[in-house]
Nanobody, 120 residues
Framework: QVQLVESGGGLVQPGGSLRLSCATS????????MSWYRQAPGKQRRLVAS???????NTADSVKGRFTISRDNAKNTVYLQMNSLKPEDTAVYYC??????????????WGQGTQVTVSS
């Protein structure tokens, strides 16, 4: 079992920045990929950015150039740096981890979510 704890959400004005953190309960090196998703009211949860164990990243077109995902293996933490925030970035942001577990296969874990509100 992997426990994920997000932090760093809050209220920010348009154009501002926030950094979200996702701390894992165990070694981040055992996790194949970690991602950030977001869900706005009345909308589906969507992938924002992901990072593999090897450090390869993928970012949604809607946030490309503004958001950056990174990981600190020593701290077992993944970050999402969000710059130039827009009102449409308002959502609950969730941390996700995927790990292959023998013999059962792929396992997926979710954090509890952190609210990001972009408003003047």
């Amino acid at each position: 079992q992997v426990q994920l704890v997000e932090s760093g959400g809050g209220l920010v004005q348009p154009g501002g920045s926030l950094r979200l953190s996702c701390a894992t309960s165990g070694s981040i090196s055992s996790i194949n990929a970690m991602s950030w998703y977001r869900q706005a009211p009345g909308k589906q949860r969507r992938l924002v950015a992901s990072i593999t164990r090897d450090g390869a990243t993928n970012t949604a077109d809607s946030v490309k150039g503004r958001f950056t995902i990174s990981r600190d293996n020593a701290k077992n933490t993944v970050y999402l740096q969000m710059n130039s925030l827009k009102p449409e970035d308002t959502a609950v942001y969730y941390c996700n981890a995927v790990r292959y577990e023998s013999p059962t296969g792929w396992a997926e874990f979710w954090g509890q979510g952190t609210q990001v509100t972009v408003s003047s």
